[in-house]
């Protein structure tokens, strides 16, 4: 069992920056991709950065030039760097994993946290 488990989140003056991390926890396990998305009350829940196993990286045009995503092989655990935050940015952001265990594949998710930009 991979477990994600997510920090940084809060409130921030618009233009402020923020930086939410994600940590993967568990035994015998391999991330191969980190994705970072994120939800607002009513909607679905969107893709907003990713990182593949070899550091390439894509991101939404909402937030590209601002936000960046990076991971830490070491630690099993990715960052996303969010700069010029706007109001527009306000919501829960998940963690996700995609990887493999001994037991096959996995794709699992974070609790979540909450990001509130403030005009």
């Known amino acids: 069992q991979v477990q994600l488990v997510e920090s940084g989140g809060g409130v921030v003056q618009a233009g402020g920056s923020l930086t939410l991390s994600c940590a993967a926890s568990?035994?015998?396990?391999?991330?191969?991709?980190w994705s970072w998305f994120r939800q607002v009350p009513g909607k679905e829940r969107d893709s907003v950065a990713v990182?593949?196993?070899?550091?390439?990286?894509n991101y939404a045009d909402s937030v590209k030039g601002r936000f960046t995503i990076s991971r830490n092989n070491a630690k099993n655990s990715v960052s996303l760097q969010m700069d010029r935050l706007n109001v527009e940015d306000t919501a829960v952001y998940y963690c996700n994993a995609h990887g493999y265990t001994s037991r096959g594949p996995f794709n699992n998710w974070g609790q979540g946290t909450q990001v509130t930009v403030s005009s």
């Open positions: 568990g035994s015998s396990f391999t991330v191969n991709s």
């Open positions: 990182i593949s196993s070899i550091g390439t990286t």
